[in-house]
């Protein structure tokens, strides 16, 4: 169970995050070059916290092995989301994408705090299980970001269907950049899922471990999904509007698995 | 006497559909000031067509022909439109406010588009084709030329055109929120419109794929495809080169639409859902607009683009002051030259008639004085003459001026006729002059 100490360094990482997804957004209106400095430094500054949290948290407990517990691997999963949100700004500038992201590793950050403390579950450190989660959390990820950028692919659609709000607010990247993107997410978010719930499957099958009916109804759902948005280069029909719907419905279900997961005894199986 | 007037319609007052009914290409607008002439053989006209506006300038006699309605059905019959599809959004303009307006259209500054130099081209071939129809005289001879040596003067002495934002820029801007790259794209020119060609230039800076050019007439297709380093393309080809393009760029003189949606549905499949980036700057629209509904294509027509490009035009007020001042300096000279040209013959009848009726009164009087000398009777001639100038002095200082410049030189001219009943005067010469006269 994490301690009082990381519990408020947490708390702190949060409103570090939340404050630079508040400044982040205030762009839309007003692009400022000292806005984008200091949602930058607000987001760093969440990020190294929480790598404290982690480091203190792992020194507590006495394993260094990642995703050891749901703490331990919601605070994970929030800061690479983060980390790669940045990378993807700094190589292909999606101005918006901090939008979106920001919001769900605060998110994440919240739940690592409140599911932490009140239903601590420590992980089975089998391999299979390891496998499983790694790979599971990884494809929430990457899902993550393909319904951010779906979302912004959304936004930039409508706006140059409108035509008069087409030069409005700030450039949030090219329909096929954004289109790029939401593919190479899916394709990575996609693999990993896949492996996850193989490995999922094996053990609830083999090692007769038990999990939640509807966290794989939910799960077998987000596979469906992204199968369809992966399918469009095979039926282009589905590029486009339809791919981004269909990686913002994905990353719903997802966020129900995860819930789901969360409020399980032993954090889905065991 | 002659009436200057204006009818039309613009960007302001009138949507794209409207407009590009009553738009006129070139040979339209040869044969319709053949037709004008043919009908209205007394009166002067220049017809005005552009993306952005129709408008017909007319001069004629004051009680002549035709009248604003006579002008009204001459744009319905030519085009073929009803006239209540089109009149709620038709302007007039009388005298004065003709030439304000043509100043102010040819400066760009009625352009959707402020700064664009492009207008003065258009205003000086519709009087070119004016010319070449006969259809211009003593009016709009003078006034065509002084609003194209105004349009001049405005882009020379303003900034107006530095920093602007244009048409061409706004579409590659458009072009970026759609693709990332276009090493990779296809560029199709459809049409050689003068603007498209301002656009095919920007979008060849951004070194595509391949470049297309698209034209009915060949030889003009391989010109240009020489020009832009690009591949010609066959008309008859279209729906093909529609399947491979990324970008079209389209300006035809057609009068209908030759993209439609019916056309268009089926290639969507060949070009497997590819986004497309429709350029749409033909006046009438060469691409039916429901063919923007089409998922993944996106149809701009030119009036999305300029509303864009209009946006910015806040940005310049001192050039667009300089520029207004200079219009309006323009205007005052030129309607004050033009109440002179029109009130001198007049102002000599005036002068003429009274210096004959002072010298008649000196006459009489100096047959009353029989002693008096040669030289006081040079005194007496100086002293009618200049007690006759300087009573005619402020009444013509004010005709020529123009006192109220709003108020119509017919106006004054008819009032200078009846106070000094000058038509009585000018009746009276004519039959003096008449070969049948005793």
Sequence with gaps: ?270 | MQRLLLLGLNHTTAPLDVREKLAFNAQQAREAMSAFRERFSDSEAVLLSTCNRVELYVARAVHGHPRVEEMVEFLSAFHRVPAERFRTHLYEKLERDVVAHLFTVVSSLDSMVLGETQILGQVRSAYDSAREASAVGAILNPLFQRAISVGKQVMTQTSLNEGRVSVASVAVDYARKIFDHFNDKTVLSIGAGEVAQLVLQHFTKLAPGKLLICNRDPQKGQDLAQEFNGTPATFEHLAEHLTKADVVITSTGSPHAIITRSDFEPLLKQRRYRPIFIIDLAVPRDVEASVGDLENVYLYNIDDLQHVVSTTQSQRTDAVESARAIVSQQVDDFVAWHRTREMGPAIDRLYKRYHALAQEELARTLKKLPQITDAEKEHLAELTRRIVNKLLHDPITALRSGGDQHTSAAAYLHALEKLFALNDDAEKSKEDESPDSP
């Excluded at chain 1, 929030?78 to 500038?93: D, I, N």
């Excluded at chain 1, 966290?215 to 280069?233: D, F, Q, R």
């Design chain 1, 1 to 270: 169970m994490p301690t009082i100490g990381q519990l408020t360094l947490l708390v702190i990482a949060v409103a570090f995050f939340a404050t630079s997804g508040a400044i982040s957004l205030s762009r839309f209106w007003h692009e400022r070059n000292g806005a984008r400095i200091a949602a930058k430094a607000c987001g760093w500054s969440g990020v190294v916290l929480g790598v404290i949290v982690l480091l203190w948290h792992n020194a507590t407990r006495g394993s260094w092995l990642p995703l050891g517990d749901n703490f331990d691997t919601l605070i994970w999963l929030g800061l690479l989301l983060a980390v790669f949100s940045f990378y993807v700004q700094r190589t292909k500038p999606i101005i918006g994408l901090d939008w979106f992201t920001t919001p769900i590793v605060t998110l994440l950050l919240l739940a690592a705090a409140i599911f932490g403390r009140t239903q601590p579950h420590e992980y089975v450190s089998t391999t299979w299980s390891w496998v499983h989660r790694v790979s599971a959390y990884g494809g929430a990820l990457a899902f993550f970001v393909a319904g951010a950028v779906g979302v912004l692919y959304l936004i930039v659609n409508h706006r140059l269907r409108d035509k008069k709000l087409a030069m409005a607010g700030p450039n949030l990247g090219s329909l096929e950049r954004l289109e790029h993107v939401t593919f190479t997410s899916t394709t990575v978010g996609f693999a990993l899922l896949t492996i996850g719930a193989i490995t999922g499957f094996i053990q609830l099958v083999f090692k007769h471990e038990h999990t939640s009916m509807a966290k794989i109804v939910l799960t077998v759902g987000v596979w469906l999904v992204y199968a369809l948005v992966l399918h469009s280069p095979i039926n282009p029909s589905f590029r486009g509007r339809k791919t981004a719907m269909l990686s913002v419905l994905g990353v719903l279900l997802m966020i129900g698995v995860l819930v789901i997961v969360q409020l399980m005894p032993a954090g889905g199986s065991h």
